[in-house]
């Protein structure tokens, strides 16, 4: 057998390919980017297999967006192809060798010869639908962080402006305080505007036009022309947000429709969080138990023993960021709304632990539900039901 280590990178990838004796057929090999680099790739190899008479295996490591153009390609021409997390190569690295030298060729010959070591090496499955579905939940998280940076600039902006609004706390946030502000963005033009307007703008809300209006009569407020301005176009910029938000939301509770996973059985677990858990684990049948699951969550606690000393830390934290934050809001979740989980949450906490450490044990019951359900596409039912 013969193994390539792709250290993928922007621009390049460098290749290297060794055998299962040591023997180095390639160590400094560099293919671009492209359809040109990624035949020429495919020429060497086959070449290398036509010498030795053997099958060809490839890894390399999991770095996101930058490895989905030569993966797709290398799996099209039914090449075995192996993907390792970053971490799991950087200590690979540190055992095999005590220089602190990391160069694209080192990585490259590392990655090959982890893949030539690695007896229990399983190549991951992938499906189109939960691949698809993970591209846009992440979309959409992207949009929610950027709509949540124009949110903050909104507040420092209305609190320079007019800061007593502050006063009515999460008001100054709603639709119908965007609306107003959106039409009439600084004090002196609420003062302006007809009663009848801002009656319409406000409809039976807690503040009164009348009381609007005196708040902008006495206001301290710093304004301007262009705080004006700034402030309409953030307004619109949040409105577009949450018009390509509700259109993407749209489009998740399509897919999942269509994917029908028993996940969202579970009491808590709405299409939301269901679709960012169900997108982050992929293929089920890539986890052989529920702790190899937990572990790619990053939820499992971190271990140190030594001589008679044993202890646990915290979380270790590697993995899927994602799935992590989704495990943790479910766990919260599905303590409230199923009375199977929240006797486990309640018995834990009488037995005196913390609130994070009884979500996570939680977690931990529920990445098990999780695991069965998915496998056996059976619903959820409660333990008592």
């Known amino acids: 057998m013969i193994y390539a280590g792709i250290d993928v990178g922007k621009h390049k990838h460098q290749v290297a390919i ?15 980017n492209d359809q040109l680099g990624f035949q020429e790739l495919d020429k060497i190899i086959s070449r290398i297999k036509t010498q ?50 990391k160069t694209d060729k080192t990585d490259a010959l590392v990655i090959a010869k982890m893949v030539m070591g690695d007896v229990e090496k399983s190549e991951h499955i992938s499906n189109n639908a939960t691949e698809e579905l993970k591209e846009l939940t992440r979309y959409r998280s992207r949009l929610g962080k950027h709509q949540t940076l124009l949110k903050v600039q909104y507040t420092r902006i209305l609190e ?47 503040i009164k036009p009348a009381l609007l209006k005196q708040l902008a009569r006495d206001s301290v407020g710093c304004y301007s022309s262009i705080t004006e301005f700034e402030l309409t176009q953030t307004i619109q910029q949040i409105d577009l ?24 059985t579970i009491p808590g677990i709405s299409y939301r969080l269901g679709s ?21 969550a990053g939820m499992e606690p971190s271990i140190y023993q030594s001589g008679n000393y044993q202890g646990k830390g915290k ?24 009375p199977t989980f929240k006797t486990y949450y309640e018995k834990k906490l009488a037995e005196g632990k913390h609130y994070n450490v009884v979500l996570s044990h939680v977690a931990k019951k529920l990445i098990r539900v999780i695991f069965h359900l998915i496998r056996t596409g059976e619903a959820y039912k409660e333990v008592n039901a």
């Open 52 to 101: 030795t008479g053997q099958n060809c295996k490839m890894a390399m490591e999991d770095t996101g967006h930058y490895n989905v153009p030569i993966l797709q390609f290398l799996r099209r021409k039914h090449y075995q192809v192996y993907r390792y997390n970053p971490i799991l190569v950087k200590e690979f690295s540190k055992v095999h060798t005590l220089r602190k030298t």
């Open 18 to 32: 060794i055998d299962d004796e040591g023997e180095v057929y390639e160590d400094d090999f560099v293919i671009s």
């Open 315 to 338: 979380m270790v934290k590697r993995g899927s960021s994602q799935l992590r934050w989704a495990m943790y809001h479910a766990s919260r979740l599905v303590s409230i709304y199923s």
């Open 241 to 264: 947000y949450d018009t390509q938000i509700k259109e993407v939301d749209k489009k998740i509770q399509e897919m999942m429709d269509t994917l029908d996973s028993p996940i969202v």
């Open 276 to 296: 960012i858990i169900i997108a982050e684990i992929g293929v089920i049948f890539n986890f052989k138990n529920p702790g190899q699951l937990l572990a790619f």
């Open 160 to 206: 320079r402006s007019f800061p007593e609004l502050a006063t009515y706390g999460q008001a100054r946030h709603s639709a119908y305080m965007m609306r107003l502000l959106k039409k009439y963005p600084s004090p002196r033009k609420i003062v302006m505007a007809h009663e009848k307007t801002l009656v319409k703008l406000l409809g039976m809300k807690s």
